[in-house]
């Protein structure tokens, strides 16, 4: 049997690590982009040695791992830079997935790729599941995490795909607010949801917003 694949995406500071660790806790297989990026530049990796060769020996430890700190600053604001790495990474990350997505038996299983709208991954899954949060609570997320103040926080959002690019590619939406317990519920409703889309087959069926508000409304897709 072949799982339903859901895409799960959302912006910095949005909340999206606590939607996919309350999705792992109901047993949901979940592959971590952030985790595969990392994979595909070990030690010893043809990626690895692709970087040093096309941005220098400098980007590299003394211990031979990938100085993850200066390559980010290298690329960030540097577009030209930045499209050097991902001709690099992205192909590899594409690969390591498909390969995962291909050994996956259950209802349905998830992607998590913060950059997915942004990477055009939209093909390797049915459905898109954007966690959206408010951009004041983004940045006050980001002042409290990171110790930063308000206007790098909002330097740091500015660089991001815009709030709305990413909803536009969204089939479903969790609103993440300031309640654990609120996103923790709709996470299991997701769940059910998509456990019932599974055994339908429906992978196109009419989007969900949840939390339910009174102002809120059903996604069409």
Not at 69 to 83: H, P, Q, S
Not at 89 to 106: G, S, V
Not at 137 to 147: E, P, T, Y
Not at 208 to 219: C, D, G, K, M
Request: hydrophobic share 45%.
């Amino acid at each position: 049997m072949t799982s339903m694949r859901i895409g799960l995406t959302g912006g910095i500071a949005s909340g999206k690590s606590l939607v996919q660790a309350a999705f792992e806790t109901l047993g949901v297989p979940v592959l971590d982009a952030d985790q595969v990026s990392r994979d595909v530049v070990m030690p010893g990796s043809d990626a690895l040695a692709e970087i040093a060769q096309t941005f220098g020996a400098e980007f590299l430890l003394d211990n031979g791992e990938l100085n993850r700190r200066r390559l980010r600053e290298k690329v960030f604001g540097d577009a030209g830079a930045l499209r050097q790495l991902e001709a690099i990474t992205h192909p590899r990350i594409r690969a390591r997935m498909r390969e995962w997505l291909a050994a996956q038996t259950a209802p349905y299983c998830m992607l998590s790729v913060a950059i997915l709208v942004e990477a055009k991954m939209h093909d390797l899954v049915d459905r898109v599941l954007v966690v959206d949060a408010p951009e004041s609570l983004q940045i006050a997320r980001l002042i409290q995490r990171d110790g930063i103040d308000e206007a790098l926080a909002k330097r740091m959002l500015s660089a991001q795909t815009d709030r709305e690019t990413r909803l536009g590619a969204a089939h479903d939406v969790l609103l993440n607010g300031d309640s654990v317990a609120a996103t923790e519920a709709a996470v299991a409703e997701f769940h059910a949801f998509y456990g019932r889309l599974a055994a339908t087959g429906d992978v196109k069926a009419q989007g969900l917003r949840l939390p339910r508000t009174a102002n809120s409304v059903t996604i069409k897709i």
